[in-house]
Nanobody
Framework: QVQLVESGGGLVQAGGSLRLSCAAS????????MGWYRQAPGNQRELVAA???????NYSDSVKGRFTISRDNAKNTVYLQMNSLKPEDTAVYYC???????????????WGQGTQVTVSS
């Protein structure tokens, strides 16, 4: 079974930085899209940033210019560098990946367990 494990969350002051990591493990043939979503209390889960296997990135307008998504295909890992953090960035951040397990298999979406990011004012 494929598993995504996030790390790097925590408590930081406004203006500070955090680096989130998400490593995919298990039976994996290829990983297409990888991304980060977040969900604050009372809100819907929203896309923060995504990156394709070729390196094309997409960001939410609210984080553009402050966050950077990257991936290491050899390690099946995606990162989210978060700079200039604001209190409104406080949320549970979830890793997401579209994974093909077999050469002729279908692609399925997997989710990590989430990591808490709290930004104090």
């Amino acid at each position: 079974q494929v598993q995504l494990v996030e790390s790097g969350g925590g408590l930081v002051q406004a203006g500070g930085s955090l680096r989130l990591s998400c490593a995919a493990s298990g039976s994996i043939f290829s990983i297409n899209h990888m991304g980060w979503y977040r969900q604050a209390p009372g809100n819907q889960r929203e896309l923060v940033a995504a990156v394709t296997s070729g390196g094309t990135t997409n960001y939410s307008d609210s984080v553009k210019g402050r966050f950077t998504i990257s991936r290491d295909n050899a390690k099946n890992t995606v990162y989210l560098q978060m700079n200039s953090l604001k209190p409104e960035d406080t949320a549970v951040y979830y890793c997401n990946a579209e994974i093909q397990k077999l050469v002729l298999g279908r692609r399925y979406t997997y989710w990590g367990q989430g990591t808490q990011v709290t930004v104090s004012s």
